[in-house]
């Protein structure tokens, strides 16, 4: 059951979800990517998926996202009626989503939603790489859109959690126009005055860091996140040389002036209440007065 | 103590004289205090003598006192919930200049400044705190962010100037830091600057455009370095003494001047000596300023600030034409 796993005060039995109990992974154990040790899953789990001997931050379901984020019990979430369609009549796409539904439990490649943060109220869309490796399509743009809609509606802070290879291909030029939509959407959002904040996390890369993942007030990344415009291959191959170790990491991106931080996930709940704290604080009445 | 600068030499003997007789003392059956009541009396004369004539030249060494405290040590004890910001979101991050977000009283704020290293590896790592184009565009990104919250912004300058680099020419350091004076001078929200150490040329003017200026009491203000001015007007650097007096840089000149509005009083000896009851010299003119630009509505700000800016320059208004042909 994640959400006990991430609550420290566990004082009420929580039902656990279907969602939930797919999360946890199969294997007992897990192996590192990075460093190569076998950890139990449980362990791993259990720290947030970072790995315990290294620090690699392995990729979170957006569900374990979540749980581990949003205060216990106050998540609501929106729009899990939108299916996606088949536009270029695609062979095999409807398949492939009707897999990955089946596998996480999901409508799409986004969770949108509310809840609160430490109290704070805020609208959050998570993205899950495990539904077609997160891409973009009519759907995710959808939901991303509406989200940000609902978050200016009821004026509170819009977070969003990038994890994505970039447009879904088989919707074709649809879902190019995906990045247009939630760009579109978030510049009505700020325009009113609308907090937005972008956390990346690995892999962000392609038409999602080209749009939305890219335009919050305050840009964060998970620590070694892949984040970038084109691939590394693709770049090596047009330039005809070799790309630093650490091209397009979020450490490459902070020092390049793209991130206000790259931030750990076991300091990241805390710097976003920080910052919703600074941007709900209202000392002017004191000050006004005298 | 460590680093005594050269004006302080006659202090630096005396406490040393005084602490001599103490020791003395300490050890043998006689009594010098009548002697030590005197001499720590004179020390008394002298520390007030000393430091209520300081030359521009001292305060210049003052104002670059290995020890003076930096943008960060204030933001330590100024503000709370202190979030740094990084990058322009175009090429890098300047770590010359610092920024974030913070509160300042319960009043959120976004705070800027330039920021010095205290070591040579710190000095190295923030360029000794000159800064490149992409500084001024992290300042900008941060003031512009502070606009569209409705956030007060705070700039502690302090800065030997904008970075001469090869580099920073070819990034645009030029239009960098016009585009902070053009925006900085339609911001919706109250600016106030501090100068806190050495305002150095356009690279500190780059986060000066406030609706308040203010400057701390040994610092300085100026086109250019005295050593920079020296060698200019008189082909030799070594006569920066002779410049710094010239060029009119001390808190009290650019008082006079009328570009700066209130000198912030420094704890004798100069800021390093006391940094916390230096810190609260600065909340103290920092409150005030903020109470009185709060008030104001967007329109009234940006009318404040071009008035401010439009008042400085000295000029006469002749009755006859000059002819130029
Ligand atoms: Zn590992």
């Not at chain 1, 509310?114 to 009519?138: K, L, W, Y």
């Not at chain 2, 003076?68 to 004890?77: A, G």
């Not at chain 2, 175009?90 to 400044?113: N, S």
Request: hydrophobic share 35%.
């Amino acid at each position: 059951m994640l959400k006990d796993l991430f609550s420290k005060k566990k004082k009420y039995a929580t039902i656990p979800s279907e969602q939930a109990k797919q999360d946890v992974p199969e294997g007992i154990m897990t192996k590192c990517p990075k460093c190569k040790k076998i950890m139990y899953t449980k362990e791993l789990v259990k720290n947030l998926r970072v790995c315990i001997s290294c620090g690699y931050h392995h990729p979170m379901s957006a569900p374990e996202r979540i749980a581990c984020l949003l205060d216990e019990g106050t998540f609501c979430e929106y729009d899990r009626h939108l299916l996606s369609k088949n536009p270029l009549d695609f062979p095999q796409y409807m398949e492939k989503i009707e897999e990955d539904r089946e596998k996480t439990k999901l409508n799409e490649a986004v969770v949108t939603g509310e809840g609160t943060i430490n109290g704070f109220p805020v609208v959050v869309a998570v993205m899950d790489s495990r539904f077609r490796m997160g891409s973009m399509g009519s759907v995710v743009g959808e939901k991303i859109a509406r989200a940000i809609e609902r978050a200016m509606e009821k004026s509170v802070p819009f977070i969003i959690f990038t994890a994505s290879g970039g447009a879904r291909m088989q919707e074709g030029v649809l879902s190019l126009m995906q990045m247009a939509k939630t760009s579109a959407a978030l510049k009505l959002f700020s325009e009113q005055g609308g907090l937005i904040i972008s956390v990346m996390t690995h892999p962000t890369t392609g038409g999602v860091s080209a749009s939305f993942a890219s335009l919050g007030d305050y840009n964060f990344a998970e620590p070694g996140a892949l984040i970038g415009f084109a691939g590394r291959r693709v770049i090596e191959q047009t330039v005809r040389e070799e790309l630093p170790d650490d091209f397009q990491t979020a450490e490459f991106l902070l020092k390049h002036g793209q991130l206000d931080a790259v931030i750990p996930r076991h300091e990241l709940k805390d710097t976003l209440t920080n910052i919703l704290d600074i941007h709900q604080a209202r000392g002017e009445d004191e000050w006004r007065t005298s | 103590m460590a680093y005594e600068l050269e004006f302080e030499k006659p202090l630096v003997e005396l406490r040393k004289k005084i602490s001599e007789l103490k020791e003395f003392t300490k050890h043998r059956d006689v009594d010098f205090s009548d002697e030590i009541n005197k001499l720590e009396a004179r020390l008394e004369k002298l520390e007030h003598d000393i430091y209520a004539n300081l030359s521009p030249w001292d305060r210049v060494q003052i104002a670059r006192h290995p020890n003076r405290p930096t943008t960060l040590d204030y933001i330590e004890r100024l503000f709370t919930n202190f979030f740094e910001c990084h990058g322009d979101r175009c090429f890098g991050d300047d770590e010359a200049i610092v920024g974030g977000i913070a509160k300042y009283h319960g009043l959120p704020v976004t705070v800027i400044g330039h920021q010095r290293g205290k070591d040579t590896k710190e000095n190295i790592r923030r360029n000794f705190g000159m800064p490149h184009p992409e500084g001024y565009r992290k300042a900008l990104r941060l003031m512009k962010q502070a606009e569209k919250f409705g956030r007060p912004i705070i700039c502690f300058i302090d800065t030997k100037g904008a970075y001469p680099g090869k580099a920073a020419e070819e990034r645009g350091q030029s239009e960098a830091i016009a585009r902070n004076l053009f925006e900085m001078a339609g911001l919706t929200v109250p600016v106030v600057c501090i100068v806190i150490g050495e305002g150095g040329s356009g690279g500190a003017l780059a986060l000066g455009v406030g609706n308040y200026v203010h400057m701390l009491e040994n610092s300085t203000y100026s086109v250019i370095s005295p050593e920079g001015a020296a060698a200019i007007l008189w082909k030799d650097a070594s006569l920066a003494k002779k410049a710094a007096e010239t060029m009119k840089i001390t808190a009290k000149d650019l008082k006079e001047l009328g570009v700066i509005d209130e000198i912030v009083p420094e704890v004798r000896g100069g800021a390093h000596r006391n940094v916390d009851e230096q810190a609260k010299y600065i909340d103290d003119v920092l409150q005030r300023s903020l109470r009185q630009l709060l008030p104001l509505s967007a329109e009234q700000l940006i009318a404040q600030r071009y008035e401010k800016y439009k008042q400085i320059g000295d000029f006469i208004e002749s009755q006859q034409h000059v002819s130029v042909m």
